[in-house]
């Protein structure tokens, strides 16, 4: 059924159609919508049976859900930027258990200073975490993401998390096509978990594993990451069979046939650049978008083999290695291992400044006449970043960051004197 609504209340009702027994809900911005949606449907009557539990923190909304997934319910739970991080203990242990939880992540940078806008700061900190990382490019990828999440999730015995882009998908309202219930269950089988706390066959979840077992567990992890790489584009075929539309997957090409310079992204940005891309397309220029819609596990031989045939690859990230430079990049680099092609980074979009078609534009132009520095910054203000470097420079008492760089632009009052 087609729908005019928001981004967060369309993933709530995906969620609800795939009948979760157990959510957790705590909120943070942007995230809050979805558990608000989900609490409307289980307090109607339209969800159910499902047991909404509030809890005091992210890290007691993760310890809710291994709790209730050990226990044998559907659960899920949903969260942002710095209660991400809340519950890191938390979703290291869902993933060393085995625990098929889906959690949405509403994409939001990472404090200090404080920004509630999107970048992919927070997902990108939990990379190595053990958990299956789906991007959505689009409100209907991210509807259609997290039903194939738990179908995923619960196959494999693995933790799966929907990153969204916080505000610019959350909170936008876009035209979906709503699966029915009947279309869903008969997608989705019911859960039947590996593992199971039962009174009548008691057993030990979690116990503790010394030096002479934990690397095994750990390459487990690892095999069933592997797995999920063959699993993602098949559940992928199946969803598009069964409801008429390609979503997810491990990554999807636009316009890279005949492209000499291809630019991989993951998130909604996608969208802007292949309107880009179509008008450079336009003035002849031969260029490409590479989505990738699986993070983790990463594809590389499916990046690979549409780089294989590009003379530059540009990966435009909204995350940042401090001290080193891209997070993706260095993933991409693995997949282009003795491939000869020009590699760029941008870093772009961080906080949630706007990426505008013109920028990008700019600067694919740049990577095309191969001017661009191996590791650029799009619309990065270099007048105050110097002007503050001169100020530490000048004295040892300089005054906080965030602080002087808002009085040098004018957001905020000059100190009195």
């Given at each position: ?341 020009n590699g760029y980074t941008v870093i772009a979009g961080l906080g949630g400044r706007a990426i505008t078609k013109a920028s990008l534009a700019r600067t ?54």
């Open positions: 059924m087609q729908k005019q609504i928001e981004g967060s209340r369309a993933v709530a009702e995906s969620v609800a159609l795939c009948r979760p027994e157990v959510i957790c809900a705590y909120p943070i911005s942007p995230q809050t919508h979805i558990v608000e949606g989900l609490g409307e449907l289980v307090k109607s009557g339209e969800l159910k049976p499902c047991e909404f539990i509030n809890v005091e923190s992210e890290f007691a909304a993760m310890s809710v859900a291994i709790g209730a997934s050990a226990a044998g319910a559907r659960s899920y739970t949903a969260t942002a930027s710095q209660g991400l991080l809340f519950m890191a203990e938390a979703i290291y242990n869902a993933s060393g258990l085995g625990l098929p939880i889906v959690m949405t992540v509403a994409n939001r940078a990472i404090g200090a200073p404080i920004n509630i806008w999107n970048d992919h700061s927070d997902s990108m900190s939990q990379r190595d975490c053990g958990w299956i990382q789906l991007f959505a490019e689009s409100n209907q990828e991210a509807l259609d993401l997290h039903i194939q999440a738990f179908k995923l999730g619960e196959e494999l015995s693995m933790p799966v998390m929907v990153c969204m882009d916080g505000f610019i998908l959350t909170h936008a309202y876009e035209r979906v096509d709503m699966p029915a219930q009947a279309e869903v269950d008969a997608f989705l089988p019911t859960y039947e978990p590996r593992q199971v706390l039962d009174p009548a066959d008691p057993v030990s979840i979690g116990a503790m594993v010394g030096p002479e077992a934990f690397m095994e567990v750990r390459y487990l992890a690892h095999a069933k990451q592997t797995m999920a790489l063959e699993r993602i584009p098949q559940i992928a075929a199946e969803f598009a069979q069964r409801f008429g539309r390609n979503s997810g997957g491990l990554v999807r090409d636009y316009r890279c046939e005949d492209a000499e310079t291809i630019v991989i992204a993951l998130g909604s940005v996608i969208g802007t650049l292949k309107d880009t891309v179509d008008e450079l397309r336009n003035d002849g220029v031969k260029i490409g978008v590479l989505g990738i819609h699986s993070f983790r596990p990463f594809p590389l031989a499916a990046v690979r083999a549409v780089l294989q045939g590009a003379k530059r690859v540009v990966v435009l990230e909204k995350s940042f290695s401090v001290g080193l430079g891209g997070v993706v990049s260095t993933d991409v680099r693995l997949a282009l291992s003795g491939l000869q092609l694919l132009r740049d990577a095309i006449a191969d001017k661009l520095q191996p590791l650029a910054f799009m619309d990065l203000d270099w007048g105050i970043v110097n002007r503050q470097l001169a100020r530490e420079a000048a004295t040892r008492r300089s005054g906080p960051i965030a602080e002087n760089l808002l009085r040098d632009i004018g957001t905020v009052a000059s100190k009195v004197h």
